[in-house]
């Protein structure tokens, strides 16, 4: 029999079994029971009595039993305290186990026995989970924090202290739990945050979903209390960020100071931007909220597309994420006005959801819409959902008030659903005509005279009372009429409902004193039948009008006002949307979607008119980088913090080495996603010149450091690199002067690092493929009177300008005499920039010195000519470029190869045949000829008789992609660029080189 | 955060509760019941319901309602997407999350809802994480089982839970390496009475099934990636290579996962694979209506259109059905007024039509609006926005996989609301090379 199916033959002598099997010695036994006993508790059952046969077992072996006592310790521990406590050992012991999910699992249980004796040893327990080594358990010890302080609030203090220490945990397994545990317990205490704040940001994209949510949102509280409003003057921002730049430039010209957003607000907004990608509803959710509540206006849209995609979610999700844009939309119908297609009323849409995006349609619609938006809204007032059908004729009212132009056509339209068969569709009309014409006050006599000739089809009380109502508003306008409805209704005064009623006395009043000739008698009788009423209110009413309108001999001091009590001028309904208020709660909060606060609602404060002490944020300096650092920016310890972290946490990871790597370049990669961002930076740095460098991977920063402390700090021009943006962070923005100190070594590194994230669909490779010895005379020591030059293409990326190439000049003092200040004086040739190096002071003879220049030879092979100077004389130089050394060399994949060689074809390329030297014919000879040629980068390749290369021309970055297959006696050669004369060139001289011998 | 948990089927029996800190008392529920019974309809009740001291987030799915108790300020969104979590976790280890499944692994239920919740904080919610914890019963296992009396708890200690792949199980092994991805497409369209189209989208998933031994690291690349307009990913997607290079790369889950769902950038542009004529009329004496329909294949790119079946909400009036199809059999069910009308393979030369006449009930106004009409196909082997998948590659083990796509058809359940609606499925079957 199936082992499970127990759960149906529970008897009540049951517990009296179980209790013997629990005590049994047979493990089998114990474990059949226990699966009863969690039947029992799944059921709802009560199952207390078997509490001293469970505990026992809670030391056993077999690790399912074990797990399912424990279920039942959590469960009934509260009813019985003290029998509880005889487990508290067992778990005791296990906090030392060795392994790390045992100690987790005993401090799990431990602190989920809420039995208030064992706090201390709870709060124990949690403080030496806090340090333990393994992230697991400090996750755990985090989940037990919440625990132990709604078991006992009194240890705050101390949970806070742990708090404290666990915000400090670099492990993303720890952040979302500690977070969670931090709003649980002291969600005021926000100075805790501020240390951590750059970590949290950082480290987000690697936490769990749900640990995402909850530090998204308490990032939010965060940002609106630490950072100032990025909405500039409220209100007329929102249009002005649509117009051009220099719309933008007259108006911050005029501002006194303009806005410039913390770098940690941009930061922020930065790191969560991705995660609006993620499958997981709720963190799309928080992130949709952190943007609506953080970022400026104009950003804001990005997170429109995400919450639309959540609408083909599950119903309950649309729910509420309906009801968020809802709330949006209200504000800003731009939003979703390009989406509004999404926002149509299917079918079989539960009715909630109906109502809510009738709520958004209404609120999306405008001038220019609006046709479409009617049209849509007549299918759903044939809806068989009557419910449904009364809710769109109220949004037609809403539209109707909303929007002037159609207010004619609306009430035209409203009018033809009168004659509608169906009732409720006939009473919603009404009421929403009446508030329309109210709203309307001028001429619509034709339309009450309609609605009065439908009054005895309408049963509808709230649409016959409309009806009247509006008669008697507006009697003047319908004189014959409106007698005549008054008769009937005191013929069928007695039947109608009261506020049927009410309203017949309302209006027989109105008569009375419009036209009191004709309905004199009427009005008396019809009082007269609401003082008898059973009603009170109807017979309080009754009285009250006719004191008003028929004084009695004595009194009556209001009579004189009772036309202008009952005839004043009443003020039109505001028709409005149900969700104009909801913005005070944060959005996607439990709140909103309440609309009233919960309990544990933490309000968002407003921004602070001041921006805090942004130094607050600030780390210090991990030990790791040298004191020179500090010097250097006191402002990138936190990311020294993260890179230090995030270095470990790759190396720790069990993926292959190829994981981490790749991990390592998508981290490289990441800043250069988000270009917008950078242009604001850079607006940034020129209203704020700072000296700030922000460099993310902890290696370039110590290089940086090693390469720049000893003595140009001073002279690094005050721009400022964004946070994270290697992008932006070129080498050009920190120009170099003296850089001959720079080793190739370093400087191959640095540029690998920036390099690789300007382009990282294709990357640049790190190093050269192959450096030639090859060098080229620059100055012939007769001609230069002893001092001799020679050049060399180091096929390095150039440190200057990434469009320069790097050339390495060696000069020699084969003189007598020593030469001094050797410097490049004059640039003779046009449109080439140089970066000359740094002056040369003297060279002793016989000795000579290596520096390097970068050179911008705009792709084309023409020298680039100055003249190089001593103290004494000056030479006309000129430096030839060989094809091969104008590029640089890229990784591509074989596919990518193929891709882009596709984009490359017709006039792009060029192809010649070679015939070949047997010798060449294996790839290596092959290789080494071509890369020895030209600066190219070798793509693996999946034959062996293709061998493909690539690379980019350094000053325009157009690629080169170079194709060679290889046949029987010969060899076709490819060359794809868009720069058909380098291809051509670079033809030529493959050509060459390979139909040589090797 | 959560508190409670309570499984509550159709007929309003609390089957199966949990609670992750104090026990609440299952009278709460009431209030559910309350919302309920004011609902009519499983689908109205409200997902968020306010009771004096409770807040009960609920969502229905498989004909049960999961009501979980909050106390305190919680993004609702936080619970839903949770609550459909262990819904899919139940559907993931029990085959289908019915109350009979529910009911009959109740300690494995229980086991799961401990591990996923911490004191109402998720803890575990990976597939593959809980099923290391805690074993999938099997027929054999459960034998096996109750004769020896081993247990459903897994002996070793979850691995995944402590790396930075919290996705994936270490030590996978398996003879057969293979990964199959399916790339399943939805056309939502609104067609007008004249056959122009109000509005048409493609949606589209990528379904996975990865049984590859080891930590493999996979790349896939698409032909024409920009086709994809809106994207969400599974967790294990390294977002930034999509974003600078359109490909995924990502190591893998262990089994079947949902790799990315998208949306393409059509507006237009959608190829709308069929065709109708349809005339459905009532007329205002005799009580009686005429139904025409026809139906034609259009824009199928050389493919053949399959398993189409016509849906007809019929007005409340309609009686009875007489019709007569040239192909396949309709059915009319008088109680719930729908229409079905199952054609199968759309034949190009034979246009399959359906004529006939409707009984109404006599005496009954003439129905205002004209019913709608729900189609639902299938079109194999055909992605219908032209998303093509490039390649796949593997890095990081050595064995070559078996790579490729299997076919794989799900019928979607959205209604839509004017004249004409379509709902079809296509499946893509450009093989990979590799």
Redesign the interface.
């Known amino acids: 029999?199936?082992?499970?199916?127990y759960?149906w033959q529970i008897t009540l002598r049951m517990n009296e079994d179980l209790k013997e099997m629990l005590e049994s010695s047979k493990?089998?036994l114990k474990?059949?029971a226990m699966?009863r006993v969690?039947?029992l508790?799944?059921?709802?059952k009560n199952a207390s009595e078997l509490f001293p046969a469970v505990v026992k077992n809670v030391a056993n072996k077999?690790?399912?039993?074990k797990?399912?006592v424990?279920?039942y310790l959590v469960?009934y521990a509260?009813e019985q305290q003290d029998l509880a406590l005889l487990s508290i050992s067992t778990f005791q012991r296990a906090l030392k186990d060795p392994?790390?999910?045992i100690r987790a699992s005993a401090l799990?249980v431990l602190?989920?026995i809420?039995v208030p004796i064992i706090v201390p040893i709870m709060m124990l327990a949690i403080k030496e989970a806090a340090s333990d080594l393994?992230?697991?358990v400090r996750k755990?010890a985090a989940?037990a924090i919440?625990?132990l302080y709604?078991l006992d609030a009194d240890q705050k203090d101390h949970l806070i202290e742990v708090i404290e220490k666990l915000l400090k945990d670099k492990s993303?397994?720890v952040a979302g739990?500690v977070v969670?545990a931090f709003e649980e317990v002291c969600p005021d205490r926000i100075d805790l945050i501020h240390r951590n704040y750059r970590k949290l940001c950082n480290l987000l994209?690697?936490v769990?979903?749900?640990g995402q949510?909850v530090i998204i949102?308490m990032l939010t509280r965060y940002a609106r209390t630490q950072f100032i409003s990025p909405w500039k003057e409220v209100g007329s921002s929102d249009e002005k960020a649509f117009y051009e730049s220099d719309e933008e430039k007259r108006k911050s010209a005029e501002e006194t100071k303009p806005y410039a957003m913390d770098p940690d607000h941009r930061l922020l907004l930065r790191s969560t931007k991705?995660l609006l990608?993620?499958?997981?509803?709720?963190v799309?959710?928080?992130v949709a909220q952190l943007y609506w509540h953080l970022a400026p206006k104009h950003e804001v849209n990005i997170i429109t597309?995400?919450l639309?995609?959540l609408l083909?979610s599950?119903?309950?999700?649309q729910?509420?994420?309906l009801q968020n844009i809802a709330t949006m939309s209200i504000q800003r119908k731009g939003m979703f006005e390009p989406f509004m297609?999404s926002f149509?009323?299917?079918?079989?849409d539960?009715?909630?959801i109906k109502t809510l995006k009738l709520e958004i349609l209404t609120n999306l619609a405008n001038e220019a819409n609006i046709s479409t938006v009617l049209r849509e809204f007549q299918?759903y007032v044939?809806s068989?959902d009557k419910a449904f059908a009364a809710a769109t004729i109220q949004a037609i009212g809403r539209c109707a008030t909303n929007i002037s132009e159609i207010t004619d056509t609306c009430l035209n339209g409203l009018v033809l659903l009168l004659s509608n068969?169906d009732e409720t569709v006939v009473a919603e009309s009404v009421v929403v005509i009446r508030k329309l014409l109210q709203t309307q006050p001028s001429e619509h006599s034709d339309i009450i005279k309609h609605m009065a000739k439908l009054f005895d089809n309408i049963t509808v009380p709230m649409a016959r009372a409309s009806i009247l109502w509006l008669i008697g508003e507006y009697c003047e306008h319908v004189p014959k009429i409106a007698p005549d409805v008054l008769r009937k209704m005191a013929k069928t005064f007695h039947n109608e409902e009261d506020i049927v009623k009410l309203q017949t006395v309302s209006l027989a009043a109105k008569l009375y004193l419009t036209n009191s000739k004709q309905t004199k008698l009427l009005t008396q009788y019809i009082l007269n039948l609401g003082k008898y009423d059973q009603n009170y209110d109807i017979r309080d009413r009754t009285r009250f009008i006719r004191q008003l309108i028929v004084p009695s001999e004595r009194g009556g001091a209001l009579s004189k006002y009772a036309r202008r009590i009952l005839l004043a001028p009443k003020p039109a309904p505001v028709l409005q949307s149900a969700f104009k208020d909801r913005d005070r709660f944060q959005l996607?909060?439990?709140?909103h979607?309440?609309n009233?606060k919960?309990?544990?609602?933490?309000e968002l404060s407003d921004w602070p008119p001041m921006a805090p002490d942004q130094s607050v944020r600030n780390v210090e300096v991990a030990e790791a980088v040298s004191r020179s650092t500090l010097a250097f920016d006191s402002d990138e310890g936190p990311k020294n913090g993260h890179s230090c972290e995030a270095g470990s946490?790759?190396g720790?990871?069990?993926?292959?080495s190829?994981?981490s790597s790749?991990?390592a370049s998508?981290?490289d990669?990441?800043s250069?996603?988000d270009s917008d961002s950078g242009t604001e930076q850079k607006k940034q740095s020129e209203a704020k010149p700072a000296q700030k460098v922000h460099v993310k991977p902890f290696l370039s920063c110590k290089l940086w450091c090693s390469v720049l402390a000893p003595s140009q700090v001073e002279e690094k021009p005050k721009k400022e690199v964004s946070l994270l943006d290697l992008d932006d962070f070129s080498p050009a923005a920190v120009t170099m002067t003296k850089s001959s100190i720079l080793s190739p070594s370093v400087l191959s590194d640095l540029h690998g690092l920036s390099l690789a994230a300007s382009s990282?669909?294709i990357q640049v490779c790190v190093s050269p493929v192959f450096v030639p010895v090859h060098t080229y005379e620059l100055l012939h020591r007769m001609t230069g009177k002893g001092l001799a030059a020679q050049y060399h293409f180091s096929r390095q990326p150039c440190i200057y300008d990434d469009r320069m190439i790097s050339v390495q000049l060696t000069f020699s003092n084969n003189g007598d005499h020593t030469l001094e200040n050797i410097h490049i004086s004059e640039k003779t040739s046009a449109g080439q920039n140089i970066h000359c190096f740094s002056p040369i002071e003297c060279l002793e003879p016989e000795k000579s010195v290596t520096v390097s220049m970068g050179v911008d030879f705009n792709d084309s092979t023409q020298a680039a000519s100055f003249q190089l100077c001593t103290k004494a004389e000056g030479f006309n130089v000129s430096i030839q470029p060989a094809v091969g050394e104008l590029l640089l060399p890229v990784t591509m994949?074989e596919?990518d190869f193929s891709k882009e060689q596709g984009k490359l074809q017709g006039m792009n390329e060029s192809s010649a045949t070679i015939a070949m030297t047997p010798e060449s014919i294996t790839s290596q000879p092959l290789h080494r000829k071509v890369v020895n040629m030209a600066n190219v980068g070798v793509v693996p390749s999946g034959q062996n008789n293709v061998h493909r290369f690539a690379a980019k021309l350094v000053s325009s970055g157009a690629l080169v992609l170079v194709c060679v297959v290889q046949k029987d006696s010969g060899a076709q050669l490819t060359v794809n660029t868009e720069k058909t004369i380098i291809g051509s060139m670079l033809l030529r001289e493959l050509q060459t080189v390979l139909s040589q011998g090797s | 955060?959560i508190h409670s948990l309570f499984l509550i089927n159709n007929a309003g029996d609390?089957?199966?509760?949990?609670?992750w800190?104090?026990?609440i008392s299952?009278s709460v529920c009431d209030y559910f019941f309350e919302a309920q019974e004011k609902?009519m309809?499983p689908?109205?009740v409200?997902?968020?319901i306010?009771t004096p001291h409770h807040?009960l987030i609920?969502?229905?799915?498989d004909k049960i309602f999961f009501v979980s108790v909050?106390?305190?300020?919680?993004?609702?969104?936080?619970v839903?997407?949770?609550l459909?979590r262990v819904a899919e976790m139940f559907q993931d280890y029990f085959g289908d999350c019915s109350e009979v499944a529910i009911?009959?692994?109740?300690?494995i239920?229980?086991?799961l809802l401990?591990e996923m919740l911490?004191?109402g904080?998720?803890?575990a919610?990976e597939s593959n994480i809980l099923k290391e914890l805690i074993k999938p019963p099997t027929i054999l296992r459960?034998m096996v089982?109750?004769i020896?009396?081993s247990?459903?708890?897994g002996?070793t200690?979850?691995?995944g839970?402590?790396?930075?792949?919290?996705w994936r199980r270490?030590g996978v092994k398996y003879t057969n390496n293979e990964a199959y991805f399916d790339v399943v497409e939805e056309i939502d369209a609104?067609l007008d009475k004249s056959g122009t189209t109000v509005?048409a989208e493609i949606?589209g998933v990528i379904d996975a099934c990865v049984k590859l031994s080891g930590?493999p690291?996979l790349t896939l690349?698409f032909m024409n990636p920009r086709l994809l307009?809106?994207?969400?990913?599974?967790?294990c997607v390294?977002?930034?290579?999509w974003?600078?290079?359109r490909v995924l790369?990502f190591?893998p889950p262990d089994g079947n996962f949902?790799l990315m769902?998208y949306?393409v950038n059509a507006q237009n542009l959608v190829a709308i694979p069929v065709y109708v004529r349809q005339n459905i009329s009532f007329f205002e004496s005799g009580s009686s209506g005429r139904l025409d329909i026809t139906l034609g294949p259009k824009q199928t790119m050389g493919k053949t259109v399959e398993c189409v079946v016509v849906t007809v909400?019929m007005?409340k009036v309609v009686l009875n059905a007489n019709l007569t199809a040239t192909q396949g059999n309709y059915t009319y069910d008088p109680v719930t007024k729908i229409l079905v009308w199952d054609i199968g393979k759309l034949n190009q030369q034979k246009l399959p039509n359906l004529k006939g006449s409707l009984s109404l009930q006599s005496g009954a106004?003439k129905p205002?609006?004209n019913p709608?009409l729900n189609i639902d196909l299938k079109i194999q082997q055909l992605a219908i926005s032209g998303l093509k998948v490039?390649?796949l590659?593997m890095?990081?083990?050595k064995y070559k996989p078996f790579k490729g796509v299997k076919y794989v058809t799900k019928a979607g359940?959205?209604?839509?609301?004017?004249v004409t609606n379509w709902k079809l499925h296509n499946i893509l079957a450009s093989p990979f090379y590799v």
């Open positions: 029999l199936h082992s499970q199916q759960f493990e089998s474990l059949e699966k969690v039947g508790i799944a059921k709802g077999n690790l399912e039993l797990k399912l424990y279920v469960r509260e392994n790390q999910l799990r602190s989920s809420r393994s992230p697991y755990t989940h919440q625990k709604s993303t397994l739990s969670m994209m690697d769990e979903e749900w949510v949102s991705p990608q993620s499958r997981n509803t709720a799309v959710m928080s597309k995400s639309v995609r083909r599950h119903r309950e999700v729910y509420i994420v297609k149509y009323v299917r079918s079989t539960a009715t909630h299918t044939k068989q068969r996607g909060t439990l709140s979607t309440l009233s919960a309990t544990g609602y933490l946490r790759s720790s990871g069990s993926g292959s190829e994981e790749s991990e998508e981290s990669s990441e250069s996603s990282p669909a994949s596919q | 955060m609390i089957f199966l509760e949990k609670h800190k104090s026990v299952r609902a309809e689908d109205n409200p997902p968020v306010r807040y609920n969502i229905y799915r909050i106390q305190t300020e919680v993004p609702p969104l936080f839903i997407e949770f459909h009911k009959d692994n109740v300690v239920v229980y086991e401990e911490d004191n904080f998720p803890l919610t459960s089982n109750s020896t009396g247990s459903n708890v002996e200690l979850p691995t839970q402590l790396s930075t792949v919290p270490a609104i509005f949606q930590m690291d690349s307009d809106d994207v969400s990913f599974h967790p390294r977002f930034k290579r974003e600078s290079e790369s190591i949902r769902s949306h909400h007005p106004p205002e609006e709608s490039n390649r590659d890095y990081g083990e359940n959205h209604g839509h609301f004017v």
